[in-house]
């Protein structure tokens, strides 16, 4: 069945092949244009450059490079200065006489002088002012390393929560909610594939190992057609591709774990490999407890990245990476586990220097188990899994001077199985209880056009067509209007009883006032086809993630954002601000008391509704220079409204934070010394308070206020760290750095979580008491490069 | 199989592993709350009198006992016969039935309270429970102690029946009942070994101080119907403290008394099992 599936993906995906393109060529009469093309490298490692910049001054403008490096212009015959320019790095420049097409490969040389204040470099940012693009924030690995971080682990989620309009969802914790949406809408990618849960530990720790990972982009509106399924944002996270040039390497020993990561040539220049593998110690220091109930736990999580790619050709090229973490957390009574394990597996293909292509193939699974050991009468072993294997075929085509049309498919075959617990061993007395598994086919087409018009004007827009098929062997339950089950019907294996399809628009605009400024605009429509149940704030492993279906409608998901962008080159600033208004229909809500573990009614817990979310953000943000980093402002506020929960009125969604600041800033004291600082502050989040009480024999019982209708209080927190780096010798090449940080530097209570406790001595007697989870959390880190 | 407690235990050992977690009193201020009434009472298989308590709701800073409703006509209808209660001592809002009353399986059983004047909405209240005819064999039980834990395992031998059950589990160490807070009693559906043999199932815990030679564990298994369960298993969960990884947002806990009264009126079945601790038990 599912290799019947996939190759029929796999036909649509070759069908797409634009075969044409070479003809449009060859018949494209108009000589008078010609192309310009290439790739942008790291001098260093070989590695190719994401969003690297090139700038034509003639023409007040550019492009950028791809995920793979590429670029390519369209511009009349003549004479040209051209810039290569990328953050951290020196840039290039040419006066060109280009009369033909034209292929250019660059490498870019990283500036070791970090003190340098570089003085105007304009094109980058100049481009961004241009492009159409908005609601976007990229972060480097390098910038992500400067944060302080809890116990020393740097965390490109944590990271992420930094932006504006990205909540946290709790202290500490993994999960975020960006311009107001649930969790489970942020479309989280390792190299494409989709990382179903990215947290280690429940959540202290995310899954992305930053000596593994080049940098992150976050869409957080303005989605762009090529990627689908979720409301609320992209996260797409880039892995290292290896060294090319040279076997070096990174590590980094810790508070809590070690890492190291090796990368090197396959062949020299063509062919490169990157490992890199992460692991806590925390058990090691368990075994040394007197505390025999500690000492026999186990208790640790590791994470392995691999990635190779293979240069065929001019115009082929090859990736494979791949992805394995686990945790692992249990003793005697009890033992719980969860993983994620992706691979993608790529070919770039270049149709000629005007189109280009990349097929991808994704796998992605993730799994968790709990159990009591055997040999115990309430031994048992529960187990969970949820996978995805997708065919992938994206497409640009550099039309012409002012056109840049991209267009793809997607198929995605999704697998869930959302639990099976059974007994184990010879003195178990529990039943084998399985949750009916749930089979869905996700497709998307998209195309769209970046289109200029003019000198000031520039277009984005494009739609994506979407279809989920829920498709047998499957037990699909009819509920009543009470919730209730009244029937069932079995759907034989293959059988696609359920379709839903969507067209997803996506538009938007953006007009240059000057080179310094720019106005932009978005609409988007995102649907959403598989949603997690889960009604925890913070969010556990034990994920349950299931298909729509007869009983539960897409969520849809309308998004609108207007922004106003500026960078002042004086002070090396980029300023932008940007509004947002989102709703979200069928919007999911779990009933009271909801059961969502083992529960094979599970869609009759569901309750739909409405969502909307609005405000507004501000950012200033310095890339470079020895003070750099950035200052971040969001207003917003997000509201739900489900008929069957809180009586029908609206009320605001846990993640409902008004007033919200982040300032992350880094100062390179001297070449050896830097410190960096991050304080963070945001209005308590939405909770329910008991205001009413009863007795039930000697039970105090809480009668609860409206939904969400009181605040935490608010949360600030400061981290700090010192960076002292190793001297460097010529001829040494190793090279070591010392990592203090101060989580919670000031110490400051923030509530976790409060609570409605009794006086021990007299019960009758209640406070509210609260639970917080981080003092002032100090830690040392050694980093090293070779 | 206690999902939940499982679930607590991760969480506690994951929380205290990884994070200093502390805890503090704080001051909030909370808003006014409705008074509505409180109906707590059960009948039982038990010959004795039987009470039922009517109290209102307090706002939640009320350091007190909730005030009791008094003068109140409270009838108990078995299906076959109505019975007027006698509030015992009068003023004490605690309404009996006869010394010699006792609940058969099976049946309905049909509260109506009558007030003097109203509380809340209405001064007229009705809760209704039918009383579970299926139940548990029991053979015995016993103890087993948990060094690392500092604990009693209570262990149950018996025979579940093929129908679907639901169990509340209290102990009772002599005359004295442990399990009288919510947090201490349990309740469990036979989902995972409908059917089976329990095997000596931990059915509950008691602490390293509470049992001593010579002492008199009793185990009360009651049998439950779906309402009550579902009931207790909310009680448990709202007046329990939650943290922000496994628990739902909170929510009233539901009555099943019309209305718009709280509390619950139930009917349950009882059995006891009974173990005389023996020095040879203690020993480790």
């Not at chain 1, 187990?383 to 001077?401: E, N, Q, R």
């Not at chain 1, 969507?502 to 310094?516: D, G, Y």
């Not at chain 1, 094979?600 to 310095?622: C, N, P, T």
């Not at chain 2, 060094?147 to 025979?159: G, P, T």
Request: net charge neutral; charged share 20%; proline share 4%.
């Amino acid at each position: 069945m599912l290799i019947k599936k996939l190759k029929q993906l796999l036909l649509i995906a070759i069908l797409m092949h634009p075969v044409w393109a070479t003809a449009i060529e060859d018949e494209n009469a108009d000589r008078r244009y010609i192309t310009l093309s290439g790739h942008v490298r790291d001098a260093a490692s070989g590695e190719m450059l994401i969003g690297a910049t090139v700038y034509v001054e003639a023409l007040s403008g550019g492009t950028i490079t791809n995920t793979y490096g590429f670029y390519s212009l369209r511009f009349g015959k003549g004479d040209y200065h051209i810039t290569y320019s990328y953050v951290g790095y020196e840039k290039q420049f040419f006066n060109l006489r280009i009369m033909a097409d034209t292929v250019i490969n660059i490498e870019l040389v990283p500036s070791e002088m970090i003190l340098k204040e570089v003085v105007v470099r304009g094109e980058g940012a100049a481009e961004q002012i241009a492009k159409a693009q908005m609601s976007v924030n990229k972060l480097e690995i390098k910038s992500i390393r400067q944060i302080p971080a809890l116990m020393g682990e740097v965390d490109l989620i944590k990271a992420i929560q930094l932006l504006p309009g990205v909540q946290a969802t709790a202290e500490g914790g993994s999960g975020f909610s960006v311009r107001g949406g649930s969790p489970d809408q942020n479309l989280i990618m390792l190299d494409e594939a989709l990382v179903y849960n990215p947290s280690h530990l429940m959540g202290f720790f995310s899954v992305f190992n930053n000596d593994a990972v080049k940098g992150v982009e976050l869409y957080k509106g303005d989605i762009p057609a090529a990627y689908g399924g979720r409301l609320s944002s992209v996260v797409d996270v880039r892995m290292n591709e290896g060294n090319s040039r040279k076997l070096s390497g990174q590590g980094g020993i810790g508070t809590i774990s070690s890492r190291l990561m090796i990368e090197g040539p396959l062949q020299q220049d063509k062919s490169s490999f990157m490992l890199a593998g992460r692991r806590t110690y925390a058990d090691v220091f368990l075994a040394l407890s007197k505390d025999e109930a500690i000492r026999d736990n186990t208790l640790y999580f590791y994470d392995l990245n691999g990635k190779a790619n293979y240069t065929l050709d001019d115009k082929n090229r090859i990736f494979l990476s791949g992805y394995v973490g686990k945790d692992r957390f249990g003793g005697e009574f009890f033992g719980i586990g969860w993983g994620n394990q992706t691979f993608t597996a790529r070919w770039n293909h270049l149709f000629n220097s005007r189109m280009f292509s990349n097929f991808s193939l994704i796998y992605s699974r993730f799994n968790y188990n709990l159990g009591v050991p055997s040999g115990q009468p309430n031994a048992f072993d529960w187990t969970a899994v949820m996978k995805d294997m997708s065919i992938k075929s994206d497409f640009t085509w550099f039309a012409g001077a002012n056109h840049t049309v991209r267009y793809g498919f997607i198929g995605t075959w999704h697998v869930f199985m959302p639990g099976k617990a059974k007994g184990v061993g010879s003195e178990t007395i529990f039943n084998t209880i399985e949750m009916p598994h749930n089979q869905a086919l996700e497709s998307g087409i998209y195309i769209s056009n970046d289109q200029k018009i003019g000198s000031r004007l520039m277009l984005k827009y494009g739609v994506r067509f979407s279809m989920m098929n829920n498709v047998g062997k499957s037990t699909v339950f009819k509920f009543d209007d009470k919730h209730e089950k009244v029937d069932s019907t079995i759907y034989e294996k293959g059988k696609i009883y359920n379709t839903y399809t969507a067209i997803e628009p996506r538009l938007s605009v953006s007009f240059s006032l000057n080179e310094l400024s720019s106005i932009k605009a978005a609409y988007t429509r995102n649907v959403q086809y598989v949603h997690l149940a889960q009604n925890s704030t913070a969010g556990t492993p034990l994920d349950i993630w299931f298909p729509s279906s007869p009983n539960v409608k897409p969520q849809l998901g309308d998004q609108f954002s207007l922004g106003y962008f500026r960078n002042i080159p004086k002070y090396m600033l980029e300023v932008s601000t940007e509004g947002f208004y989102k709703l979200n229909h069928n919007a999911i809500d779990f009933k009271n008391h909801a059961e969502l573990l083992l529960n094979q009614y599970i869609e009759g817990e569901f309750r739909f509704g409405d969502a909307h979310s609005y405000g507004l953000e501000v950012l200033v943000r310095r890339n470079e220079g020895r003070l750099n980093g950035w200052i971040s402002y969001t207003w917003s506020r997000a509201f739900r409204e489900i008929p069957e929960i809180n009586n029908g009125k609206k009320y605001p969604a846990t993640y409902d934070r008004p007033h919200d600041i982040s300032v992350v800033l880094n100062y390179a004291l001297s070449k050896r010394f830097s410190i960096g600082a991050n304080w963070v502050y945001a209005t308590g989040s939405a909770v329910t308070f008991p205001t009413g009480r009863f007795k039930i024999g000697n039970t105090i019982v809480p009668v609860y206020s409206d939904r969400n209708s009181y605040r935490m209080p608010d949360y600030h927190r400061l981290d700090l760290s010192v960076t002292y780096h190793g001297k460097e010798k010529p001829g040494r090449k190793w090279k070591g750095e010392w990592n203090f940080s101060a989580y919670n530097a000031y110490n400051h209570k923030n509530p976790w979580v409060i609570n409605f406790v009794s006086e021990q001595d007299n019960p009758d007697v209640t406070y509210a008491e609260m639970t917080y989870l981080f003092g002032i959390v100090p830690s040392i880190t050694y980093n090293f490069k070779f | 199989m206690r999902l939940n407690t499982l679930l607590k235990l991760v969480y506690i050992a994951g929380v205290t592993v990884f994070a200093t977690s502390c805890t503090e009193r704080i001051e909030i201020d909370l808003d006014e709350s409705e008074r509505r009434i409180v109906v707590d009472g059960q009948i039982t298989t038990d010959t004795m009198a039987h009470a039922i308590r009517l109290t209102t709701s307090t706002n939640f800073f009320y350091a007190e006992q909730p005030p009791s409703v008094t003068g109140a006509s409270v009838y108990l209808d078995s299906g076959t016969d109505k019975i007027l209660l006698q509030e015992n001592p009068s003023g004490s809002g605690i309404y009996l039935t006869p010394d010699n009353y006792f609940g058969i399986p099976g049946n309905s059983y049909k509260l109506e309270i009558n007030l003097d004047e109203k509380v809340g909405e209405s001064d007229f209240y009705i809760a209704e429970s039918q009383m579970a005819e299926t139940f548990l064999q029991i053979d015995s039980i016993a103890l087993e102690y948990q060094d690392a834990f500092e604990i009693w395992f209570v262990k149950m031998y018996a025979y579940d029946p093929p129908t679907k059950d639901f169990y509340k589990i209290d102990i009772m160490r002599n005359d004295l009942m442990i399990s009288d807070t919510a947090s201490r009693a349990q309740v469990t559906d036979d989902r995972f070994f409908n059917g089976n043999n329990t095997n000596g199932l931990t059915v509950t815990i008691l602490r390293k101080d509470e049992v001593a030679v010579g002492d008199t564990i009793t185990l009360v298994l009651s049998a439950i119907n779906e309402e009550y369960y579902n009931f207790f298993l909310q009680l448990q969960t709202e007046s329990g403290p939650a943290n922000p990884l496994f628990s739902g947002p909170p929510a009233n806990v539901i009555s099943n008394v019309k209305e718009g009264g709280l509390g619950f009126f139930t009917a349950l079945s009882r059995k006891k099992s009974i173990l005389i601790v023996k020095p040879e038990m203690i020993q480790p």
